[in-house]
């Protein structure tokens, strides 16, 4: 069920389990810290690297550019993102150029629209489509966007190149069963999880307290927190990509890659945070 790889819609394989990196780059500080926690990934065998141009305002990508350099550039998958106000054809080319710059690579693997905004989806997949054309970006794919979007997405010429859905998902924050995620399933489309670990506020303290998921960890002899990845990576159609600036937990959360859950853990995880039973909308940080 945990498959370490995943085949896109376009024939790509991508990896399941990567490295998210919002917030790194942003202190100067830290950037020795960061960068190792990048290398000691790469060295352990994560390929799969996500930023966005939003993140520090190009510094994350800036931080990835210097830390992979001197590895294998095609060993690794790579993933930005676009700025909404950015996706149209006045900016997305210079914006995928500096991108490129701040990475030190010639092409992305994958290039999210990171959410929607005013440029209609008709003329970004038609940037996306010139830019695979170009050799840029090897695929393409959206975040953020809810069933409804993905319908209309769908709905535009070449909108079905699409390969990934990125929005958030976690133990804590299972909206996206109700429809989302299995709609993705009926379309081939695997929905990329950020903030697996419920990086993002106060909700990862009760998940961490529960002794629901304490039990799971003991029984395992693992973290916690590599519970909650376990419990993302259940899901076959599932990629996750947990943040983190420190190389010890880089390596636990590539290892939670090894955790198979049982139906019956699944189902006691699944009993203790279970998901809604009505349509919610997109959980966004």
């Not at 003329?123 to 409804?148: A, H, P, Y």
Request: aromatic share 8%.
């Amino acid at each position: 069920m945990n498959k370490n790889e995943i085949k896109l819609s376009n024939g790509m394989e991508m990896p399941r389990l990567g490295m998210g990196t919002w917030f790194l780059g942003e202190k100067k500080q830290k950037d020795d810290q960061e960068t190792a926690a990048l290398r000691a990934g790469i060295d352990a065998g994560i390929r799969l690297i996500d930023t966005a141009e939003m993140y520090g305002d190009g510094k994350s990508e800036q931080l990835i550019g210097r830390a992979i350099k001197g590895y294998d550039r095609s060993r690794l998958f790579l993933v930005s993102k676009v700025y909404p106000h950015n996706a149209g054809r006045r900016k997305i080319f210079k914006s995928v150029q500096q991108t490129l710059k701040n990475l030190q690579t010639d092409y992305l693997d994958l290039y999210l629209l990171h959410w929607r905004g005013a440029v209609p989806l008709e003329e970004t997949v038609e940037c996306m489509e010139q830019l695979v054309k170009e050799g840029k970006i090897r695929s393409w794919g959206v975040s953020n966007f809810d069933t409804d979007d993905m319908r209309e997405l769908l709905s535009v010429p070449n909108g079905d190149h699409c390969v990934v859905d990125q929005v958030l998902y976690h133990l804590g924050s299972r909206g996206v069963e109700y429809d989302l995620l299995p709609w993705l399933e009926e379309h081939q489309i695997p929905l990329m999880a950020y903030c697996p670990l419920a990086q993002a506020g106060d909700l990862q303290k009760d998940l961490l307290k529960s002794s629901t998921v304490k039990e799971i960890a003991k029984i395992h002899n693992i973290t916690p927190m590599q519970v909650l990845l376990a419990f993302v990576l259940y899901q076959p159609n599932v990629i996750a990509i947990p943040r983190s600036g420190k190389a010890e937990h880089v390596l636990q959360n590539w290892n939670a890659r090894k955790i198979r859950l049982t139906d019956v853990e699944y189902g006691l995880l699944d009993k203790a945070f279970p998901a809604p039973k009505q349509k919610t909308y997109l959980d966004i940080v």
